[in-house]
C-alpha cells in the first residue's frame, strides 16, 4: 500500500497540461478558459443577490434584539430603499441590495416573529 502523497505523486506523473484550443462559446460546457476574461461592463449594473432571505447590515447581528422589516425587495425592482440600523428587507433572487446593507441571509436561516 502507498501513502497519498504517493499516490498524488504518481497521478501528477501521468497529468500533462493540454495546450488551449479555440470552440464556440456554447460548446465550451465543462471546458476551464485559458485566458482571463473581462467583460467591457457589469451586467446587471448593481449588486444583486444571489438567493431569497433578509438583507440586513452584517453589525446588527452584534445585538440580539430583532430587527424591523420594513421593505420588500422583488427582482426587477428599479428603485433601491436604504436599509437602516435595526432594519431588514425582504430580498429576492436577483433583486438589487438596498443601500445600507452589507449580507444577505438565506430564508432558512431566519425567523419571523
Known sequence: ???VKEALHHIRQQCHTLPPIRIPLDSACNFIAAETIYAPLDVPCFDNS????????????????PLQLYYEIEAGKTEIPEVHKGEVARIFTGAPIPIGADTVIPQENCTLE
Open 50 to 65: 444571489a438567493m431569497d432571505g433578509y438583507a440586513i447590515r452584517y453589525e446588527d447581528l452584534k445585538n440580539t434584539i
Open 1 to 3: 500500500m502507498i501513502t
